[in-house]
């Protein structure tokens, strides 16, 4: 076992002393080399600007340090947050595989699936195993041998070129890991597996910042509060904290400017919506906090001033950081405490404090005698990319072979693999034993997830064990609020307005006071109120749940809100939006087109129109959240719409027995017969039907063909078809998974 010393070796441009370090506390294990006692203090990050590194005087390899270095404030514990605890993470020998060769399903399966769901519940869609393969199923390793341990106060950085599978080891870490992939290993929340408390106490950036682009800076840190901070805080609390992140975050000047991000809508900066997204996270004080690359995009000033600002709150607010990054700046790089690097294998080739990294690959024979910024040297050597070696002068000692700057377009694929085996080997020899070592350490200051922090109030406790911060009524007010001030502006857009007003108006011209002897203009009336606002309000809810999977799948792994409250306020949000417009086209075409102008066929034609269109948009919400992929839901759509259009009993009449049944599943047809029952009431009376004969209106071939009689029969098909999409819709949202 190699002695319990720390070897830190780092030297400035301007020259650096060795300087003996005191040994670490008892809980704390560090590695070092055996034949090598020397270590020189780390300069700041705010003055380190490029990093060399001397070659090793003995020839021994240094081992870099694994562990937590002791710092000038380890006599005193760190501060922790508010509302979190100190949270050790700690992952080994984690194995990420994913299955290939399983074609996603169509139309078909996805439809049948949900249905079936649906009838026989949600949960035995979940234990019905799926069709044997044509052939075996392959699998395809991401990630292979990754361990660590990410303590209280640190930041760990995990860098690698693309590809690599940094994303997916955050992800795994987060529990955030799909349905499909095949994860072994171990990770353990202070000695404790993944659970619903360790979820609430976790905060995780995505690299895309899935943000409401209409929402104002503060309405979306403010919703954020009301259903993440606990039930036993007061609004005024939560607002108080919405507004502290906002501060501690330089948002306070653009609180209230609109996040933006889409086309059309002009709002914040790339630097500001990141800074939005960690506030999310922030929010709930989090005793683990991950980040998928939060600095790309961004410019190296504002990305400083975000690597600062997560470096603060890890080791001020006593909280687990774990980020990913491309290619940092050697100012960037500086502020690390730890590095996990990746090879374009997914394999591990080094792990340890960031100012180890370059003493470590000069004594395996990798060294940069130049000044160069260390993430250059790591990701060219992650690349298996190798400098071109020479013969040593001597003056390293033993003869050790010195590296060139890389030269990243030269060597062959099979030099790079070469390289990249080498230092897996060089690995698995110097640093996977003292890494096993430092995951078996006892960390005395680790506690059960379930336990509260010492700083927290009993009440806190009890809410962070419950199921959920907030309970359900107050899921569903807030995202009602929320729901209703962000859709504001796709509901009501000019453009919608313009062409539901225009074609009402156009129509209107069309059937200009249509006399009541001209039954078959009258029924031709009808039966275009029943198909447009049939098949209009159908489109629009395919694109719902497609663009909100985002969104959705985000809030839903934080465990923000039920999937009930969020259905029932997306459903209330829906009726003042959607009913709008519709009322405004039945009061422009209704009376231009010369219909019974008595007010009770007026107001129940209105009420059918707009029950039409609350069927029709459920069927879009449920052929959106079934396939959730715009262009496959509207081509689906087109087809439905024109098999509904022409079964819908006015361009045929005589319709074929053998699929006279399409009729029955056809909510416009319903509807066209409601409104038909409205106007004509009572059989409809008589028109003239040539020769001065008068014939009952129940007998014009339009009106026979659908008939006149038992429309409660078609008020029930309706409500039962309106709660049967909406089911399908719930059931396939419920089964959503991360793609």
């Known amino acids: ?45 705010a003055t380190t600007t490029s990093t060399t590194t001397a070659t090793n005087p003995s020839g021994a390899v240094v081992h870099p340090t694994t562990s937590s270095p002791p710092s000038s404030s380890a006599a005193t514990p760190l501060r922790p947050a508010a509302n979190s605890f100190p949270l050790v993470l700690k992952f080994e020998e984690v194995v990420y595989k994913v299955r290939l060769g399983q074609p996603a399903a169509g139309w078909c399966e996805k439809l049948s699936a949900a249905a079936c769901a649906a009838v026989g519940g949600g949960g035995g869609g979940r234990k019905k195993k799926a069709a044997p393969s044509a052939g075996p199923a392959r699998e395809k390793t991401i990630i292979s041998g990754m361990s660590g341990v990410v303590r209280p106060g640190e930041m760990l950085a995990m860098l690698g070129p693309s590809g690599s599978g940094k994303t997916t080891l955050l992800t795994a870490l987060g529990g955030r890991h799909g349905g499909r992939a095949l994860l072994s290993g171990k990770i353990t929340y202070n000695g404790q597996p993944f659970s619903g408390a360790v979820k609430r106490r976790t905060g995780f950036v995505t690299q ?79 005793s683990l906090l991950l980040l998928d690359e939060p600095t790309s995009g961004l410019d190296s000033t504002t990305a400083a001033r975000i690597v600062g600002t997560l470096r603060r709150m890890a080791a001020d607010g006593g909280r687990t950081v774990v980020v990913t990054i491309h290619q940092p700046s050697s100012r960037l790089y500086h502020m690390f405490d730890k590095v996990l690097l990746l ?23 990798f060294a940069s005698p130049l000044s160069v910024n260390p993430a250059d040297l790591m990701l060219d050597l992650a690349n298996g990319i190798a400098p071109q070696t020479t013969s040593g002068d001597g003056d390293g000692g033993g003869g050790e072979a010195r590296m060139t700057v890389a030269a990243v377009s030269g060597g062959s694929e099979s030099e790079h693999k070469e390289v990249r085996a080498k230092l897996a080997a060089a690995y698995e020899r110097h ?78 011209l069309l059937w200009w006071r249509t006399p009541a002897a001209h039954l078959q203009d009258r029924t031709a009336l009808v039966f275009f109120f029943s198909v447009f606002w049939g098949f209009f309000p159908l489109y629009n809810a395919v694109f719902t749940f497609p663009l909100e999977r985002p969104m959705l799948l985000k809030e839903r792994a934080s465990g923000m809100y039920r999937l009930s409250s969020y259905f029932a306020a997306r459903a209330a949000a829906d009726l003042p939006m959607e009913l709008g417009l519709p009322t405004a086209f039945v009061l422009i075409l209704y009376w231009m087109g010369g219909l019974d102008p008595r007010p009770g066929p007026f107001l129940l034609s209105l009420a059918v129109v707009l029950y039409s269109v609350l069927v029709a948009q459920s069927l879009g919400l449920a052929i959106g959240a079934v396939l959730m992929d715009v262009k496959q839901g509207t081509t689906l759509a087109s087809v439905i719409t024109m098999v509904f259009l022409i079964a819908g009993g006015y ?16 909510y416009s047809f319903y509807c066209y017969r409601l409104l038909l029952g409205v106007q004509f009431p009572g059989g409809g009376g008589y028109y003239d039907c040539g020769g001065g004969a008068l014939c009952p209106v129940a007998e014009f071939p339009a009106i026979k063909a659908v008939g006149l009689n038992n429309h409660w029969v078609d008020v029930c098909v309706m409500a039962l078809l309106l709660v049967g999409y909406r089911v399908i819709a719930y059931v396939a949202l419920d089964r959503l998974k991360p793609r």
């Open 1 to 45: 076992m190699p002695p319990q010393l720390e070897h830190d070796e780092q030297q400035t441009a301007g020259g650096g002393g060795h300087q003996a370090t005191p040994p670490p506390p008892i809980n704390m294990l560090t590695f070092s080399s055996s034949s090598s006692t020397d270590s020189s203090t780390t300069t700041s990050s």
């Open 208 to 286: 895309h910042d899935v943000l409401y682009p209409h929402l104002t800076v503060a309405e979306t840190l403010w919703y954020t509060a009301l259903l993440r901070l606990p039930r036993a805080l007061g609004a005024g609390e939560k607002r108080a904290q919405a507004e502290a992140v906002m501060r501690e975050l330089g948002l306070a000047k653009v609180a209230h400017s609109m996040v933006g991000g889409v086309r059309g809508v002009r709002g914040l900066s790339g630097g500001e919506r990141k800074r939005v997204s960690i506030g999310l996270e922030m929010l709930v004080d989090p």
């Open 343 to 365: 090879s374009a294998d997914g394999c591990p080739i080094y792990y340890g404090r960031a100012a180890d990294a370059l003493s470590y690959f000069a004594s395996v024979g």
């Open 431 to 508: 640093i996977a034993p003292a890494v096993k070592l430092d995951i078996c350490a006892r960390d005395s200051a680790a506690s059960p997830v379930s336990a509260g922090g010492g700083h927290a109030a009993g009440s806190r406790r009890g809410a962070a064990s419950a199921e959920w911060t907030t309970g359900w009524w107050t899921q569903f007010t807030v995202l009602l609020r929320r729901g209703l001030k962000e859709r504001r502006h796709e509901s009501f857009n000019k453009l919608r307005i313009f062409q539901v007003l225009s074609v009402a108006s156009l129509a209107g």
């Open 651 to 666: 361009y045929v009449q005589h319709i074929p027995p053998f699929v006279a049944w399409l009729r029955w599943l056809n």
